[in-house]
């Protein structure tokens, strides 16, 4: 028992090791990544996970559409036309051309299922898909992350994804020459000697819209992950012992709680998301 | 070396705390608040909670951002002294 434990000890990874292994992605390179900022790296699993879900939400909504029934609906029906109302409702009030509704709509629509797919990973048991994929390549140590929203390449290709569709409204709300009118005289008025100063302010503007619609949904999914893994070690941790069983039912505890309040999470951050993304093509629409 | 993990430690502290001090004054202030608004127009309810719901998240954001990255230094410490 106690030489079992005591080898089982030697090789299993310290808490930090584990935490660092599961934080690392599976790369085009084959090894972890080296440099912070390195854009010749492309992280396979984000990839895979983010259009696998699209093709997932995708499928669900066809295959609902498809059998839609102006009568009784059935349970997936009601779910489906629920959000859809949401959606419609939301980019009723914020964006006011219905011409553009047409465009916008649909792409809200995609943004909440795909993200609140994308963050439902999180609830899958946290080392089941890696130890699947570990046991297929026959490496202990292959890499794997399983939430595409806890990767800040995948949630700031998104975010810039709406500001190019932003710039795209402002361009053809208000015209070119418009819109680079708005940009040398909003916010502060038309002044030669306020030109710079409007301009820094709304290329600030843009910079951080992007970047915190981009962040936050990574924060929120990564501290997230990082709550599981430390659920996960707390439970790794047990022994037959008094201490230990109590490790063990506080890892059964915690993470209960903590997988029901991380629900609220993922709806709430594929909502915020989504109602951000209406508010700037909104705001794109507004002469000042 | 110690000295190093120390104050990564004491940093990961006042991370999570002062960020729960501010998300908790932020949440508590608009909680109050959309109570008072219901309790005075009962009929603005449902509107005012998409919007509450909203807020909250995007005040939960800061900290929750705060926590991941408090937990990084402790767990996977950047700073570490190879």
């Given at each position: 028992?106690?030489?079992?434990?005591?080898?089982?000890?030697?090789?299993?990874?310290?808490?930090?090791?584990?935490?660092?292994?599961?934080?690392?992605?599976?790369?085009?390179?084959?090894?972890?990544?080296?440099?912070?900022?390195?854009?010749?790296?492309?992280?396979?699993?984000?990839?895979?996970?983010?259009?696998?879900?699209?093709?997932?939400?995708?499928?669900?909504?066809?295959?609902?559409?498809?059998?839609?029934?102006?009568?009784?609906?059935?349970?997936?029906?009601?779910?489906?036309?629920i959000v859809l109302e949401m959606v419609n409702d939301q980019a009723k009030g914020i964006v006011h051309s219905a011409e553009s509704?047409?465009?916008?709509?649909?792409?809200?629509?995609?943004?909440?299922?795909?993200?609140?797919?994308?963050?439902?990973?999180?609830?899958?048991?946290?080392?089941?898909?890696?130890?699947?994929?570990?046991?297929?390549?026959?490496?202990?140590?292959?890499?794997?992350?399983?939430?595409?929203?806890?990767?800040?390449?995948?949630?700031?290709?998104?975010?810039?994804?709406?500001?190019?569709?932003?710039?795209?409204?402002?361009?053809?709300?208000?015209?070119?020459?418009?819109?680079?009118?708005?940009?040398?005289?909003?916010?502060?008025?038309?002044?030669?000697?306020?030109?710079?100063?409007?301009?820094?302010?709304?290329?600030?503007?843009?910079?951080?819209?992007?970047?915190?619609?981009?962040?936050?949904l990574f924060g929120n999914m990564y501290a997230g992950e990082l709550v599981f893994m430390l659920i996960a070690l707390m439970g790794?941790?047990?022994?037959?012992?008094?201490?230990?069983?109590?490790?063990?039912?506080?890892?059964?505890?915690?993470?209960?709680?903590?997988?029901?309040?991380h629900i609220l999470i993922v709806a709430l951050q594929a909502f915020i998301f989504m109602m951000l993304t209406l508010v700037y093509?909104?705001?794109?629409?507004?002469?000042? | 070396?110690?000295?190093?993990?120390?104050?990564?430690?004491?940093?990961?502290?006042?991370?999570?705390?002062?960020?729960?001090?501010?998300?908790?004054?932020?949440?508590?202030?608009?909680?109050?608040?959309?109570?008072?608004?219901?309790?005075?127009?009962?009929?603005?309810?449902?509107?005012?909670?998409?919007?509450?719901?909203?807020?909250?998240?995007?005040?939960?954001?800061?900290?929750?951002?705060?926590?991941?990255?408090?937990?990084?230094?402790?767990?996977?410490?950047?700073?570490?002294?190879?």
């Amino acid at each position: 028992m106690s030489t079992a434990g005591h080898e089982a000890a030697a090789n299993a990874p310290t808490a930090g090791e584990y935490i660092v292994h599961h934080l690392t992605h599976w790369n085009s390179t084959g090894h972890a990544q080296k440099d912070v900022i390195d854009f010749s790296v492309i992280n396979v699993d984000t990839m895979i996970f983010s259009v696998l879900m699209g093709v997932i939400g995708l499928f669900v909504m066809w295959r609902v559409a498809k059998s839609v029934t102006s009568g009784v609906p059935g349970r997936m029906q009601a779910a489906i036309e629920i959000v859809l109302e949401m959606v419609n409702d939301q980019a009723k009030g914020i964006v006011h051309s219905a011409e553009s509704r047409k465009f916008v709509g649909p792409l809200a629509l995609t943004v909440f299922i795909w993200i609140f797919l994308m963050n439902s990973m999180d609830f899958l048991p946290l080392d089941l898909l890696p130890t699947i994929w570990q046991a297929i390549t026959g490496d202990h140590h292959a890499y794997l992350r399983v939430v595409p929203t806890a990767d800040l390449n995948g949630t700031l290709g998104m975010s810039i994804g709406v500001l190019l569709v932003c710039l795209y409204y402002n361009v053809k709300i208000k015209g070119f020459g418009g819109w680079v009118h708005e940009l040398f005289t909003a916010p502060f008025g038309s002044h030669p000697l306020l030109y710079p100063v409007n301009f820094a302010m709304q290329m600030i503007e843009f910079l951080a819209k992007t970047v915190s619609h981009g962040m936050r949904l990574f924060g929120n999914m990564y501290a997230g992950e990082l709550v599981f893994m430390l659920i996960a070690l707390m439970g790794a941790a047990w022994t037959a012992s008094a201490t230990g069983v109590s490790l063990f039912i506080g890892h059964v505890l915690a993470g209960s709680i903590w997988a029901i309040f991380h629900i609220l999470i993922v709806a709430l951050q594929a909502f915020i998301f989504m109602m951000l993304t209406l508010v700037y093509i909104g705001q794109a629409h507004e002469a000042h | 070396m110690e000295h190093v993990l120390g104050f990564v430690a004491l940093a990961a502290g006042l991370i999570i705390g002062l960020g729960a001090i501010g998300a908790c004054i932020g949440i508590g202030l608009m909680g109050g608040k959309y109570i008072e608004a219901s309790a005075r127009q009962p009929e603005l309810m449902n509107a005012l909670q998409t919007k509450m719901f909203l807020l909250a998240g995007l005040i939960d954001a800061a900290f929750l951002i705060g926590v991941g990255i408090a937990m990084m230094f402790a767990f996977a410490n950047p700073f570490k002294l190879v």
